[in-house]
């Protein structure tokens, strides 16, 4: 074997099992990103959407619930007083 091989093959065929094993790495990554990573990206896009929408969504709940809360809160100061009112009138019926 002289100066011109490698592991017994020529300096040519080592080239060529080099670009062959290059490219089959370069179409590997390029059908794992069309078949793989795209569609992920696609999913994840999808998702943070949807997280968005949900947030804006519990945000609108959430006003409308502290809305509710000071509503019901006048509610119930005006039942304690009905309440009162009601009270008083019956002591006033039952004192004749």
Do not use: C
């Not at 490219?23 to 998702?47: C, K, N, Y």
């Not at 519990?58 to 309440?83: N, V």
């Amino acid at each position: 074997m002289g100066p011109h091989y490698f592991f017994g093959l020529a300096w040519s065929e080592v080239g060529t099992i080099i670009s062959i094993i290059v490219v089959l790495i370069g179409l590997f990554m390029w059908l794992s990103r069309i078949a793989i990573t795209q569609p992920m990206e696609a999913s994840i896009r999808s998702l943070m959407d949807t997280i968005d929408r949900l947030t804006k969504n519990i945000e609108r709940l959430g006003t409308r619930y502290d809305e509710l809360d000071k509503r019901l809160d006048a509610q119930d100061i005006q039942l304690t007083k009905h309440s009162k009112d009601i009270k008083e009138l019956y002591d006033r019926t039952e004192r004749k």
